[in-house]
């Protein structure tokens, strides 16, 4: 009968885990969040008052900018929906009008000095941006435009240097302006300063946003149908 019972107790405390618990079923890991959209980096929705056209070698369209006081004067740019703080990047140039005949000349030397703001649309100032270039030749442009009555069909406004402008945008801007401040101009035979309202002064293109997009929104549950009325 002894040896009876150690057998049954033998066989029970083999049956019991090492550890002398039973093993829970193993938790289903827990779901990682949904990863955020990841920034974006595209041409800008861009509002040209003032198209020049599309330049024969980059291909990109350019776009003057204006003196302005108010932001219904210059260029605007309008943000993606978006979360957290934006980037706006463009290619700022100078305004240079091209002559055969002062290069032929050697009277065609202009060193330009470019001041252009950009601006909330309730006329608050982001930043300023400056483009300086000096322009004798043909060589020294950045691009010619097509379009023009010139030789080659080519426009006679031109633009020359080029200034990468980045530009950070707190996350509560979803529009912004560029006007033109003023713009210095050094010549053979004089020294200009140009301030006054609506004279172009300088030239954009590239004009692209950085910006994370803003999630989607909640899709809306299907409203129930009320329940049929008994006859």
Do not use: W
């Not at 980059?58 to 004067?73: E, N, Q, S």
């Not at 299907?222 to 049929?228: E, G, I, Y």
């Amino acid at each position: 009968m002894v040896r009876a019972c150690a057998i049954v107790v033998a066989a029970m405390l083999a049956a019991v885990p090492a550890s002398g618990q039973t093993r829970s079923p193993s938790a289903k890991p827990s779901a990682k969040p949904a990863a955020s959209s990841a920034r974006r980096v595209e041409a800008a929705a861009v509002t040209c008052p003032s198209p020049l056209g599309i330049g024969v070698a980059t291909k990109r369209a350019f776009c003057d900018v204006p003196i302005g006081r108010t932001p219904a004067d210059g260029i605007t740019i309008t943000i993606p929906p978006h979360r957290g703080p934006t980037t706006l990047t463009f290619d700022l140039h100078n305004r240079q009008i091209f002559s055969e005949d002062l290069v032929r000349a050697k009277r065609s030397y202009a060193r330009l000095t470019a001041t252009i703001g950009v601006l909330t649309m309730d006329n608050t100032l982001i930043t300023r941006a400056v483009v300086q270039s000096e322009y004798r030749t043909a060589q020294d442009l950045f691009d010619r435009i097509g379009g023009g009555a010139g030789p080659g069909g080519l426009k006679a406004v031109a633009p020359t240097g080029v200034e990468p402008i980045r530009v950070e945008l707190p996350a509560e801007v979803g529009e912004v302006c560029l006007l033109g401040e003023k713009l210095a101009a050094k010549r053979q035979d004089a020294d200009e300063l140009f301030t006054g309202p609506g004279r172009p002064i300088a030239i954009v293109s590239d004009v692209r946003i950085e910006y994370q997009p803003a999630p989607a929104p909640a899709a809306k549950a299907p409203a129930a149908r009320p329940a049929p009325k008994k006859r």
